[in-house]
């Protein structure tokens, strides 16, 4: 069994460097960190899937990355960090938290895949590269990316990878027992299709500030959404 702790869409910036969705509360990032650590939540591994920054085009995007992750090593368990399309500098992400790789937590091998975002934020997959990660993993898999694969959502804009038919049948073929997305702010309840548990955990920047841990014994999964309203003080 593993037990994972799992956070998204951080949206992290200062005070001056905010979204201009006002329900983003970016400047609370490292405090809410703070709060979650002080539950001291039981897990093996802790898993962050993207938009840790509100823009990675700014000059200062390599210090809040670091601000970031210093929080995150307070944690003491091996942590899987993604970028997300805010994140936007893949090269400059990984000198601050390393380059993706597959790792063996237990009996569970947990992929991140980091997945290219364009000007608009569609996003493409290196389909021969992931086809190589996935017959080498070992043990149950856990796939991690930002963006949903399942269900395909209709909307203007893109929440779901363009090649989500082709990456679901790659997950169903290797026996993928979950695969976690952020990027939807809403969530996704975990739901079953073609044998692969599916779920997109809600953002953590938005009030009531949401977190998730989710359990994996085998091919089973648990996903509690839990928040910190009424902990967190402002």
């Known amino acids: 069994m593993l037990k994972i702790l799992v956070v998204t869409d951080m949206h992290y910036a200062a005070p001056d460097e905010r979204s201009t969705i006002a329900a983003r509360r970016g400047d609370l990032t490292l405090r809410l960190l703070e709060t ?3 539950l001291a939540p039981e897990c093996d591994a802790v898993c962050v899937l993207g938009d840790i920054i509100e823009n990675g085009f700014r000059d ?3 210090l809040r990355w670091a601000e970031f992750r210093a929080v995150l090593e307070g944690f003491g368990k091996p942590l899987f960090v993604l970028p997300g399309n805010h994140d936007r500098r893949p090269d400059a992400f990984a000198e601050v938290f390393g380059k993706p790789a597959p790792v063996k937590v237990g009996d569970y091998t947990i992929i991140p895949f980091w997945d290219h975002y364009d000007e608009h ?5 290196d ?3 992931m086809e190589a990660q996935l017959d080498a993993a070992e043990g149950s898999v856990i796939v991690l990316q930002h963006s ?8 203007a804009y893109p929440y779901t990878l363009p090649q989500h038919k082709d990456i679901a049948a790659s997950y169903t073929r290797h026996g993928v027992a ?6 939807y702010h809403w969530g996704i309840e975990p739901f079953v299709e073609d044998g692969v548990t599916y779920a997109a955990v809600p953002a953590f920047c938005e009030s009531p500030f949401r977190y998730a841990v989710v359990t994996v014994d085998g091919n089973q999964v648990d996903m509690q959404v839990l928040t910190l309203e009424g902990i967190f003080k402002e």
Do not use: E, F, N, Y
Request: hydrophobic letters at 40%; one cysteine or more.
């Open 148 to 155: 949903t694969i399942l269900p395909a959502i209709d909307s």
């Open 121 to 125: 934020d569609v996003c493409t997959r």
């Open 60 to 62: 200062t995007a390599p």
């Open 36 to 38: 979650l650590k002080g």
């Open 127 to 129: 389909l021969d590269a």
């Open 178 to 183: 979950l695969s976690l997305s952020g990027h």
